[in-house]
Structures are given as structure tokens and as C-alpha cells.
């Protein structure tokens, strides 16, 4: 495998292990305080949450933490990152994890800059302004890592809305095919 980058134009940076890196492009893309966000057990057992804190340590970069994202992210999640973005300063926000945490990140991103409710954007309201978004990614081709697109479900009413935005298009997405391993081999293929 070559590892490569490319922007397109999220800046992709593709290869082994390149999750060792985030830290690096947060600084690189401007950021200085970031709301990691995931969903729970694989990131945490495989170690990569921790390869992903010790890179933005290396870089002097402070950050706060929020996982539980769920399959198909919820509003509740969204509401909790987005009063933690405001309390804490935080100015750019890392997806560790699939497609769901980084739909809520985007979510998250939009509402940590708004005065209304976040839930306005999946109305209609267009995003003008949002905080940066970045991945690491875990599953092959999400789609998410390189679209302003995200998709979460309202608790109250259990209603599934999808909205996007170029403001929530990441600045870079890291790919790591080794961090799909746990997959089955037709889905990574798919993504590959």
C-alpha cells in the first residue's frame, strides 16, 4: 500500500497509520481546542482513541471528549456536543468512527455557533457559519468523510432528517484501510 493525500476539497490523507497524524492537520487546519466525538466501544478497545489523543498531545492541542453516538445519531447526543462546544471553547471537532459520529459532529458543528435550535437546519434553515469538522475514519467509503451531508433522527417524534452544507464539509478526512479490518472483507472491498 502507498500512502498518498489528496483534496477534493476535503483533504484526504490515506494510508497506514495515518490516524497517528490528526494532530498534526487539527493544527495544520487552525484548530486549537477539539471536541473529539464517537461512538464507544470499538474506537476505545482497538486503542485508536488513544493513538488519536496522543497525537494532539504531541501537538499541544487541548480537547474534550463526547462519545455514545449511536447508529442513525440522535438529537440528544447533538444537544449535549453542542453545550460542551459553547462551556469548553471548543473550536474544531474530530469524527473518530463511521458514518453516525460524523453526521453528529456535523450537527454539532452547525448548532455550537448558533443562537436558535441546531434542529432548525434540518427544517430548512441554511447553514452560514459552523465550526471545523475532521474524521478518522473506521469504515470503508462512509460517504460522510468527504460530504457537507449528515442525517440524525429527532428524539421527539422519532423523526429521521437530513440536511447539508459546504460549511460542514471536513477540512480532512484520514483513512486508514487497517482501521476497517473488523469489518466484513466485502464491505471494506466495497469501500476499497
Not at 489528496?6 to 487552525?30: D, I, L, M, Q
Request: charged content about 20%; glycine content about 14%; some cysteine.
Amino acid at each position: 500500500m502507498n500512502n498518498f493525500t489528496f483534496c477534493s476539497p476535503t483533504y484526504f490523507v490515506f494510508g497506514k497509520n495515518t490516524e497517528s497524524e490528526a494532530g498534526h492537520y487539527v493544527r495544520r487546519f487552525g484548530g486549537t481546542k477539539v471536541l473529539i466525538h464517537y461512538g464507544g466501544g470499538s474506537v476505545i478497545r482497538s486503542g485508536l482513541l488513544d493513538r488519536v489523543k496522543a497525537s494532539l498531545d504531541q501537538e499541544n492541542i487541548d480537547y474534550v471528549e463526547l462519545g455514545g453516538v449511536q447508529p442513525n445519531p440522535r438529537s440528544g447526543l447533538v444537544y449535549k456536543g453542542i453545550d460542551l462546544c459553547k462551556q469548553e471553547g471548543v473550536d474544531f471537532i474530530l469524527a473518530v468512527g463511521g458514518g453516525s459520529a460524523i453526521d453528529s459532529a456535523k450537527a454539532i458543528a452547525a448548532g455550537a455557533v448558533y443562537d436558535g435550535d441546531f434542529w432548525d437546519f434540518y427544517e430548512g434553515k441554511p447553514v452560514t457559519k459552523a465550526l471545523k469538522v475532521a474524521t478518522v475514519l473506521t469504515i470503508a467509503a462512509a460517504g460522510s468523510e468527504g460530504s457537507g451531508d449528515t442525517v440524525i433522527t429527532k428524539e421527539e417524534g422519532m423523526l429521521k432528517r437530513g440536511m447539508g452544507s459546504d460549511q460542514l464539509r471536513p477540512v480532512f478526512s484520514i483513512l486508514n484501510p487497517e482501521l476497517t479490518a473488523t469489518l466484513p472483507a466485502y464491505q471494506t472491498a466495497a469501500g476499497a
